[in-house]
């Protein structure tokens, strides 16, 4: 049987609001997909993969997101069952990436008397803003659908992960502070997470949400080389939709900063050579050698904003 790309794809209205009134931003060029496991493939790797589906803009409010899309169900398999070893490597620059990042988010927002409040971390990954969470003495859990990363971060890093997804938390649970580092723009019902959030937060609950944005200067420069269109992500957010998002749940935006990502030299020009072939040549003279240790900070558009539930 010939292998059809249309029985994997499932079409979707604007996740925001419903309206099914679309632009097309930029087409899908399926043409590297010859089989299923060329498609499993693209999904399993570390979510370095191009974008290769359609961009689709919401006439009504805005959002842009994919569509159609891979169907959901082969998203979300493929991060239950992902190995990443590189996401790992780069485990001692994200700690110091997650400790400023909290500092700052404290320190700016004049929050007080947090120890021992519950903090969940969503997508929590191997875990390691959790461990920033203990140094800080809240009391962390975290989700995450690997179950090779959930088991590698209890072992390793000694943190509360549970295996799974938002939509596994029990709604009895109430939360004093929620983070989605980068991952708000991987699930795939994004309707049914944010009301999850509003079911599973308390009164005055700060939300962390971190996330690419599309209409950065970074976009604008780097057009179709701008590193985050990735068929992993399902939607690029702007300050405007996200605020429309969380409005809706009683959520209001309270501050926003550019996030600043510590990544060693070699992995940052390993990724970099993926779009500029240039790179290529750097990262041969600093890989295996001090150099490619070196400690670098990169922002490309990513923003961290914080939301607070309930104040105006
Ligand atoms: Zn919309």
């Not at 999850?196 to 005055?204: A, G, P, Q, R, Y």
């Not at 040549?281 to 900070?297: A, C, E, T, W």
Request: glycine share 4%; aromatic share 16%; proline share 2%.
């Amino acid at each position: 049987m010939k292998f059809n790309i249309n029985e994997y794809l499932e079409k979707i209205n604007c996740p925001g609001c419903g309206c099914s009134e679309l632009k097309i931003l930029r087409k899908s060029n399926y043409e590297k997909i010859k089989n299923y496991e060329d498609l499993l493939k693209i999904y399993k790797s570390s979510g370095d993969e191009l974008l290769i589906d359609q961009l689709s803009q919401c006439k009504k409010c805005g959002l842009v997101f994919l569509n159609p899309r891979i169907k959901s169900k082969i998203i979300y398999k493929s991060y239950t069952e992902n190995l990443d070893q590189e996401h790992i490597s780069q485990d001692n620059q994200r700690y110091k990436t997650f400790y400023k990042s909290l500092t700052k988010i404290i320190e700016r927002n004049n929050i007080k008397n947090y120890e021992k409040k519950k903090f969940l971390d969503v997508g929590c990954a191997s875990g390691i803003f959790l461990k920033v969470l203990q140094t800080f003495k809240f009391h962390e859990e975290g989700y995450e659908p690997s179950k090779w990363m959930t088991e590698y971060g209890k072992k390793n890093y000694l943190v509360n992960i549970n295996n799974g997804s938002i939509d596994n938390i029990n709604i009895k649970k109430k939360y004093d502070f929620i983070s989605f580092w980068d991952v708000l723009e991987h699930v795939t019902d994004l309707q049914k997470t944010l009301n999850k959030i509003n079911l599973i937060s308390k009164d005055n609950c700060i939300l962390i949400i971190n996330v690419p944005v599309i209409d950065s200067l970074a976009c604008k420069i780097l057009k179709n080389k701008w590193p985050f269109y990735l068929n992993v992500h399902l939607y690029y957010f702007t300050e405007k939709t996200l605020k429309d998002l969380f409005k809706k749940k009683n959520f209001y935006l309270q501050d926003k900063f550019p996030h600043y990502q510590y990544l060693n030299l070699d992995y940052l020009l390993f990724r970099a050579s993926k779009y500029f072939s240039f790179f290529e040549y750097i990262h041969k003279i600093v890989k295996n050698n001090f150099l490619g240790k070196i400690s670098i900070p990169y922002n490309v558009g990513q923003t961290t904003f914080i939301f607070k539930k309930n104040e105006i």
